[in-house]
C-alpha cells in the first residue's frame, strides 16, 4: 500500500502535459495541446490535454480524466500501480506499507504470464532464423521491405508449424502448463490434450509500453487459411483496448509504419 501523503504528493507533481507527452506528441492550440487520440484510430485531433485542468478528453471517442487515469488507461494497470508509475517518473520514493498474501499472489501470477510471454518472443524469433521460418517467414518480411533491424527491434517470430513446439520447448524449459494456458500461448481441447496457439504463422510481439510482451498477433502465410490473423485471447496482462501494437517501439522513436489488422 501506497502512504496517503505519498499519494497527494504524487498526483500533486504530475503534470498532465508530461504524462500524456511520454505517449503521445502534443501540438500547442491556445491553453490546451491536441494530439490524435491514443484510445481510439482516428487521422485528425480531437484529443485534447488541458494542464490548467490536469486532464484529458478526447471528443471523438469520450475518453476522458486524470494524469493517474491515462496511466491506468494506456498501461493497463491499477491506480496503485498508475501511481508507482508516475512516482518513478517524478523520483519520488515510496515507502510501501506491507502488501497482504493475495496481492502477492497476484503479483507473483503476472509475472509468470510476463516471464512465459518473454520466453514465447524469443522462440519464436530463433525460429524465424532456421528452416522453415527463415524459408517461409523470414522470406515473407523481406518481401515487404522489412529489414533486420526492424525485425530485432519489433521481435518478430515464426511460430512452426508442428503442434506442440512452443509447449515443448517451454515445459522443457522449466514454464508451467497453467501459465502457457492463461498467457494465451497453448490451448486445451476437450480431451485433454495441449497445442500450441499460434502454428505456421508470423509473428507480431505487442507490447506493453513498459516494454514488456504480453501478447501476439499471427499472420499466416498461407493462401488457403481463411483465419488471416490469430491473435491472443485477453488475460490477466493483456486487455485488447487498452493495448496498441507497436506503442512501446513508437514511443522509442521508432520510424516503421504500425501494421494495422
Ligand atoms: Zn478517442
Not at 502512504?3 to 503521445?24: M, R, S
Not at 488457403?224 to 506503442?247: C, H, M, Q
Request: aromatic share 10%; hydrophobic share 35%.
Amino acid at each position: 500500500m501506497i502512504p496517503q501523503e505519498t499519494v497527494n504528493l504524487i498526483l500533486d507533481t504530475a503534470k498532465i502535459e508530461d504524462v500524456v507527452g511520454d505517449y503521445v506528441t502534443l501540438k500547442r492550440r491556445g491553453a490546451s495541446f491536441v494530439a490524435c487520440c491514443p484510445f481510439h484510430n482516428e487521422k485528425t485531433p480531437s484529443f485534447y490535454v488541458t494542464p490548467s485542468k490536469g486532464i484529458y478528453k478526447c471528443f471523438g471517442c469520450g475518453k476522458a480524466g486524470s494524469a493517474v487515469g491515462f496511466v491506468m488507461e494506456q498501461e493497463h494497470c491499477s491506480y496503485p500501480d498508475a501511481l508507482r508509475y508516475l512516482a518513478k517518473k517524478y523520483h519520488i520514493e515510496i515507502i510501501e506499507e506491507e502488501l497482504d498474501a493475495e496481492q502477492i499472489a497476484s503479483r507473483q501470477r503476472k509475472e509468470s504470464l510476463l516471464l512465459v510471454s518473454e520466453f514465447a518472443q524469443k522462440f519464436f524469433a530463433s525460429r524465424l532464423k532456421e528452416g522453415e521460418g527463415r524459408a517461409v517467414g523470414y522470406a515473407y518480411f523481406r518481401s515487404r521491405a522489412i529489414e533486420d533491424e526492424t525485425i530485432e527491434r519489433f521481435g518478430l517470430g515464426w511460430a512452426p508449424s508442428g503442434k506442440t513446439e512452443l509447449v515443448d520447448a517451454a515445459i522443457a524449459a522449466g514454464y508451467k502448463m497453467e501459465y502457457l494456458l492463461d498467457a494465451g500461448l497453448a490451448v486445451k481441447y476437450e480431451d485433454g490434450s495441449v497445442v500450441d496457439k499460434f502454428r505456421e504463422r508470423a509473428m507480431f510481439p505487442i507490447h506493453s509500453v513498459s516494454g514488456r510482451v504480453v501478447a501476439f498477433s499471427g499472420r499466416t502465410l498461407r493462401s488457403d487459411n481463411p483465419a488471416k490473423y490469430v491473435n491472443s485471447p485477453e488475460t490477466e496482462i493483456f486487455v485488447k483496448s487498452r493495448n496498441l501494437l507497436g506503442i512501446y517501439l513508437a514511443k522509442c522513436g521508432s520510424s516503421t509504419s504500425s501494421r494495422t489488422t
